[in-house]
């Protein structure tokens, strides 16, 4: 808490000193370097999860809304690759992205892009198509927090970390949590919902429905966010991490999939999104398909000039993160990449 409290402070000090519109005129008209930041999403709402995405409150949604609205030109991923194209970029840009698709972002995230006059880009997996509640990681945050007991005999590899993760309390059980969830998450597919459905044997039961805060949306939504005007991304069929090359037929399959339900899909987001989870076979499986962009969450702003639109870094939004704790992010990546373009050069 701390820690949040002297960044925000600090934020606050670089806008308001004059520091932050010094540092844009510099780079934007001295040296013509324009970004595109694309801020990466995923709950919008009150609502605080273990081991889920952060969840951003609507309040503090629409004041970033308002903001980038005025200062920023608001564009879509299609738009980005136009830019690609081009090579050029006359003024900062900032892109509106979602993951996951969950059922939130169509209750708040579409309605007020929607009331604002801007369209966002949303990432969806095969199971919002399948009308499934639940991605497989959502459905395990739930079962642990469920969980009271372990039978003898049952998940036998994880079981002494489950019974540990019941006795933890605080910061050790987050901990325990984070633990068991890389445990799931490096597991084939296959086996990962065996153990699901036995931990759900034991696990008390949990809301299946829409008022599940972790629900995904259905197809009504996904039709909705259409009809607003927003971009449909791909996001792989049930969420797995790509680091293999079997991967390859997870995401590209998702992209089929989309296609064949009638929507356009020209961008992608790498589930997880870090290097070690992106398989380097999966960009070009993802170019033959005719995908323009897709997305990672390793942090920074976008080049057009110099960046791969198959991999592509994003500022992760969270929770607390105010409008000009955005805004010293992107001057700080924006910088950073101006900086380390210098020295590429030589």
Known sequence: MLLICCKWIV????????AYYLSRCIRIRLLKLPFVGILGYHHIGKIRLSLSPFAVPPERFERHIAHFSQNFNVIGMNEVAELFRKKRLLRDAMVFSFDDGYFDNAVYAAPALKKAGLTGVFYLTGQSLANEPLLWNDRLACL????????????ETLSPLLRELIKSKGDRRIAKTRQVFMCFRD???EERNRLLEELSAFSKSYERGVSNPRALMGTAEIKFLVECGHEIGAHTLTHERLSEKKGESEAIQSVVLFRAHGYAIDSFAYPFGKPDDINVEIPKALRRSGIATAVTTVEGVVSVSKADPLFLPRMLVAPWHSVEFLLLRFEWFAWKSIIAGLFYSR
Do not use: C, D, Q
């Open 11 to 18: 934020a606050n000090i670089f806008r308001w000193s004059g």
């Open 187 to 189: 597991m084939p597919k």
């Open 144 to 155: 642990l927090e469920s969980l009271t007991e372990v039978p003898s005999g049952v998940l």
